[in-house]
């Protein structure tokens, strides 16, 4: 959907990426739209604001986020008959981890137009700098923060052949890729951090090795993880695992045996510990 640059804004809904960190990363085109929307949806209106300024316009904007936008929607959808009402989020592309999928499907069901201004994605950015393979990938968003959740998302996509994209926070960074070397096994990974800013970074690594490196020193700004997917090795057979966990609970109490043979594997060390107490229990 291509207009000249200063006409009147075609009604309907504009999704419109927004930086993750630079500020001149915005499009010449996400930055016309703004200049023109007759309205925007916004997370937070003082993070768009920013960007409006730096642009040199305003605005009226709207909030929209995951506390308002059931009783707000039905109103957005309604002036996008008349109106260019354009959606961003504080950063990235909005619908990423952040709101907006219900208006998109509302506004295509009464029958608005609806275009994309495509732009800056976190979990895109990261998969670039990775250096793993991205024929395939998979985007989880952020795991849930509880332990027993957090390893029943990972256990759910550990049979996943593809590139795994996560978002997490630096308080919680190693935690998480602890859980992930215990769910996935160890595999090679990347944590991506402060893409396009002043202090980006991309750290790559097996799950472990980074778990370690973050244990106690979580980071500060915004992060992305990206796992590589399963090795291509064949499944050692289920006699050699058990061989191995055996002498390795001989020298060794049953979570350390299991975290060696996972090393030693690949295979999920939630999985070998479960074998391990199976063992142990004369299984
Ligand atoms: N919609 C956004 C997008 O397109 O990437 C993502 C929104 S989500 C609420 C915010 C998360 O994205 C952060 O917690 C972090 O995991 C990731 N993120 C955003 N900006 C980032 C940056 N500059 N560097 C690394 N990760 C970033």
Do not use: W
Request: glycine share 8%; proline share 8%; net charge negative.
């Amino acid at each position: 959907m291509q207009q000249p640059p200063d006409e009147a804004l075609t009604p309907g809904l504009y999704i419109v990426a927004t930086p993750i960190g630079n500020l001149s990363d915005l499009s010449p085109r996400a930055a016309s739209v703004l200049a023109r929307a007759d309205l925007i949806a916004v997370e937070d209106s003082r993070v768009t604001a920013k960007l409006l300024q730096r642009i040199g316009t305003k605005r009226p904007m709207t909030p929209y986020h995951d506390h308002n936008a059931d009783q707000v929607r039905p109103g957005l959808i309604d002036r996008m008959g008349s109106e260019a009402i354009a959606l961003v989020s504080d950063a990235g592309t909005p619908l990423i981890s952040d709101p907006g999928f219900k208006l998109v499907r509302d506004a295509r069901a009464a029958g608005h137009m609806v275009t994309t201004i495509p732009g800056p994605c976190a979990a895109i950015a990261a998969l670039t700098l990775a250096g793993l393979p991205t024929d395939r990938f998979f985007f989880l968003g952020f795991l849930p923060s509880k332990e027993k959740a957090r390893a029943d998302a990972i256990a759910e996509v550990a049979g996943v052949r593809a590139t795994l994209i996560l978002y997490e926070s630096g308080p919680r960074l190693g935690a998480a890729l602890a859980a992930l070397a215990d769910g996935l096994g160890d595999r090679e990974a990347a944590v991506a951090r402060e893409i396009s800013k002043a202090f980006e970074e991309c750290v790559t690594g097996t799950l472990s090795t980074l778990a370690d490196r973050y244990a106690d020193a979580p980071p500060k700004g915004e992060i992305v993880i990206v796992v590589g997917p399963p090795g291509e090795a064949p499944a050692p057979e289920a006699g050699d695992v058990d061989a191995a966990l055996i002498d390795a609970m001989a020298r060794l109490p049953v979570a350390k045996a299991a975290g060696e043979v996972a090393r030693a594997t690949g295979l999920p060390r939630r999985e070998l510990y479960a074998r391990a107490m199976e063992l142990k229990d004369g299984g």
